[in-house]
């Protein structure tokens, strides 16, 4: 079975720290991804990559940084959390098929809370 | 216009009943579709892939429907189990990456 895995399920942080937020794979995908899940907005992508070092802006990457040193890891930073970041942060990952990208396996998840 | 769109429900039905939501996508050029669940406080899992044909997974139905862009599920005599936030998933520009609505919920009531 694939296995994603977020290093935080909870976290509370106050504004203007920095926050990483880890995600391991063990099925040598090549694309990784962040989102954030609120409520009535859905996931919103925030980065992906699809390569070591590789890294592609999502829909909201702004406040956001991530790093993708190793093929299986993918960390996601806060540099200066912000209340408006509190939210779920699910990890994923995905086979590179080709063509479009394959079925997502998600961690899961972090909540992350910034008072 | 948002890329993907649900219906974000309530659905309560009872036990064996049918029911069915749709969701709405951007790009008539989109090629590739999915249906996830997502219980309470858990990530989502892919629940099914949508097909142009369309397809069934014992209970479950999905159909596409691209003249008016938008792709639904359908779920036979509901169990308790379905019980459940269904997002849908698209890959809006044959690229690497899914956009996916806000889900729709079910709620199958004994």
């Known amino acids: ?115 | 216009r948002k890329e993907v769109e649900q219906d974000p429900g309530p659905f309560n039905v009872p036990e064996g009943a049918t029911v069915a939501f749709n969701c709405t996508y951007s790009n008539s050029a989109s090629q590739s579709f999915f249906w996830y669940r997502q219980d309470c406080r858990k990530e989502p899992k892919l629940l099914m892939s949508v097909y142009s044909s369309g397809n069934e997974d014992g209970r479950f139905t999905a159909q596409l429907n691209r003249a008016s862009q938008y792709i639904s599920l359908l779920i036979r005599d509901s169990k308790l189990s379905d019980s459940a936030t269904y997002l849908c998933a698209v890959n809006i520009n044959n690229d690497y990456k899914l956009s996916f609505g806000a889900g729709t919920t079910v709620t199958v009531r004994a």
């Open chain 1, 1 to 115: 079975d694939v296995k994603v895995t977020q290093s935080s399920r909870y976290l509370v942080k106050r504004t203007g720290e920095k926050v990483f937020l880890e995600c391991v794979q063990d099925m040598d995908h090549e694309n990784m991804f962040w989102y954030r899940q609120d409520p009535g907005l859905g996931l919103r992508l925030i980065y992906f990559s699809y390569d070591v070092k590789m890294k592609e802006k999502g829909d909201i990457p702004e406040g956001y940084s991530v790093s993708r040193e190793k093929k299986e890891r993918f960390s996601l930073i806060l540099e200066s959390a912000s209340t408006n970041q509190t939210s779920m942060y699910l990890c994923a990952s995905s086979l590179w098929t080709g063509e479009v990208t394959g079925e997502l396996f998600f961690g899961e998840g972090s909540r992350l809370t910034v008072l």
